[in-house]
């Protein structure tokens, strides 16, 4: 039953001979992923790695949610945990390592042994409950993932036409290979891949890395998923091209309705794109909310600092009315996975740390609607610039 419909102008699309006329209709209140108290940790010689830790939020019809966070913070991790992807890697990571005995860590009774745990509901439906046939259908069909690291992210055995067409191939067994490549054609050319008729036939060590990438974002498209998760889709790639990536996405949000999880650790990216802001910390999510706010007046010590290291999002904030920008790093490096500090993760870097915050784990609490934070004392210091 819908509450709040947003129906977008039908929109004409052209691709080759064609025009083709979307009315896309999504109910924006609809959630259509809800992430619960999810775990996800490696088996290492050291010890258990907790890459992502208690972690919850949830991603509405057609919105796009942003996760920001340095090197190392769990947010690919984050991801594969989503699509049911962290066991399998896990399991590989620590079947490879050659340390006998660290595969029975996935195999223990307790709480805290490897693996993914929690719930991961999408469109009603438990993603940890489900069987690896069911899992496949699922990605690529109904969630894509554009993965980190273009290298590797494309066979470099076969041709591009073949390679978007695949997801096709698995989950849509009427489509017949005529149709298959008119529909391959128009999503390479939806990501504004130059001359796709004629490449089509080409293998991907002819293709840029900024056409590489958008050659990606057609494959997580053409099943019609109704999300996709792009990690770090525009790192390494120059700034024109990030920019053409990025607008690439925000059309087919736009166009489609597709909800999109969006990560990078650049804050100026997320800026673009995201409605709404979850911020990580050693595998934590430290501050969750509306993208404007987070920008704009940030509450955790740890999303302030992260904001005032990038100069896009201080200019931001002066043109929209702020101080001078003065940009400010954060001092200290990120933690150690092996050795998380007590209590506040954050706190050995935290200019606002008091007794308490080397004690005690902060809860993750909501303290205004749709704005949940990690921090012991949001409420005296939510003012502070
Ligand atoms: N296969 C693996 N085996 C063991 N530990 C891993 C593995 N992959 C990642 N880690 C560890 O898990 C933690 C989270 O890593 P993850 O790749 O999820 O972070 P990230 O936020 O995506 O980082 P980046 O911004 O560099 O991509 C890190 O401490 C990392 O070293
Ligand atoms: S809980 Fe304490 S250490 Fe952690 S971010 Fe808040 S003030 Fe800083
Ligand atoms: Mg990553």
């Not at 190392?72 to 620590?94: I, M, P, T, Y």
């Not at 004690?359 to 012991?376: A, L, N």
Request: glycine share 8%; net charge negative; hydrophobic share 40%.
């Amino acid at each position: 039953m819908y509450q709040r419909v947003r129906v977008r102008a039908p929109t004409l699309l052209i691709t080759g001979s064609y025009v083709v006329l979307y009315v896309v209709i999504v109910d924006t209140d609809e959630i259509i992923l809800k992430v619960e108290n999810l775990h996800a940790y490696y088996a290492s010689k050291k010890g258990l790695i907790k890459a992502v830790q208690d972690v919850s939020f949830e991603v509405k019809a057609g919105e796009c949610l942003g996760i920001l966070g340095e090197s190392g913070c769990g947010k690919s991790s984050l991801a594969l945990s989503l699509v049911g992807l962290f066991n399998r890697l896990a399991r590989f990571s620590a079947g490879s390592s050659n340390i006998p005995g660290l595969l029975k860590e996935f195999d223990s009774e307790s709480e805290e042994r490897a693996g993914a745990r929690g719930r991961v509901i999408f469109r009603g439906r438990d993603i940890f409950s489900m069987d690896s046939d069911e899992l496949v259908k699922l990605r690529g069909a109904e969630i894509s993932m554009i993965p980190q690291g273009l290298t590797h992210a494309l066979n470099p055995q076969y041709s591009v036409g073949m390679q978007t067409g695949e997801p096709l191939e698995i989950h849509d067994e009427s489509v017949r290979l005529i149709e298959m490549k008119k529909k391959v054609l128009d999503y390479l050319n939806l990501v504004r891949l130059a001359d796709s008729g004629t490449r089509y036939v080409l293998d991907p060590s002819s293709f840029s890395g900024g056409e590489a990438q958008r050659i990606l974002i057609a494959m997580a498209l053409i099943s019609g998923p109704y999300l996709v998760i792009a990690d770090e889709p525009t790192s390494a790639l120059d700034v024109t091209i990030q920019r053409q990536i990025l607008n690439v996405l925000q059309m087919i949000r736009e166009e489609f309705g597709v909800s999109i999880i969006l990560i990078s650790h650049d804050a100026g990216v997320i800026a673009e794109l995201a409605d709404r802001v979850a911020v990580m910390y050693a595998g934590k999510i430290m501050e969750i909310g509306d993208a404007v706010q987070m920008f704009h007046h940030p509450g955790h010590p740890y999303t302030k600092g992260l904001m005032q290291s990038f100069p896009t999002i201080m200019m931001m904030r002066m043109r929209a009315g702020g101080k001078r920008p003065m940009l400010r790093g954060i001092r200290g490096e990120p933690p150690d996975p092996h050795n998380i500090p007590s209590g506040c993760p954050f706190h050995p870097r935290c200019d606002y740390a008091i007794d308490i915050c080397l004690q005690e784990i902060p809860h993750y609490r909501e303290v205004e609607p749709d704005h949940w934070i990690r921090c012991h004392r949001f409420e005296d210091i939510k003012d502070d610039e």
